[in-house]
């Protein structure tokens, strides 16, 4: 602000100068407004290389906090789809599970035919429910994730004691 109130002095300046006809008076004004205007474009000169400094420093900054947050989302992702290959083994072991299970009620329903004796297909019809109400609760955050059919909580429990309820009493 100074700066340019001294500009605005000396050109008031000037203009008396001329009204007066002092011509020695109005070039060393001249000169001097010169002076200033020089003096004003070195302080925007040094001002604008100051301000690219200054942005440059805080770009650097900028991208290297960006360098280092894609390294920590890339270390994030690469633990996510460790992650993701663990569950896709789980449900691997689960199928594997699951099936052995389904070859066991054949099995027990085979063995039971053989006896004279029949669970009249409960077990078949009680495993789907079995099934939903032992993954709420066991795996509750899965079943939410799965779109599994909400099971009320006095249902939920494991799946063995569902199964074990359902087979019928085999007396010798």
Do not use: C, Y
Not at 47 to 69: F, T, W
Not at 81 to 109: C, P, W, Y
């Amino acid at each position: 602000m100074e700066f340019t109130e001294s500009i605005a002095d000396v050109d008031q300046r000037i203009a008396a100068a001329r009204l007066d006809g002092k011509e020695a008076e109005l070039a060393r004004l001249r000169r001097k407004r010169e002076e200033l205007e020089r003096e004003g474009r070195e302080v925007a000169d040094t001002e604008r290389e100051k301000s690219k400094r200054e942005a440059h420093i805080d770009d650097v900054a900028e991208r290297r906090r960006l360098k280092k947050a894609r390294a920590d989302a890339k270390k994030a992702a690469h633990i996510l789809i460790k992650k993701a290959k663990s569950v896709d083994d789980t449900l691997t072991a689960l199928d594997a599970a699951t099936r052995e299970f389904k070859l066991a009620t054949l099995d027990l329903a085979t063995t039971m035919r053989r006896a004279g004796l029949s669970d009249n297909g409960r077990i078949t019809r009680r495993a789907g429910p079995a099934a939903r109400w032992a993954a709420w609760n066991s795996a509750p955050v899965f079943s939410e994730m799965a779109e599994i059919p909400r099971a009320p909580a006095a249902r939920r429990e494991p799946f063995s004691s569902v199964i074990a309820r359902t087979v019928p009493k085999i007396e010798e």
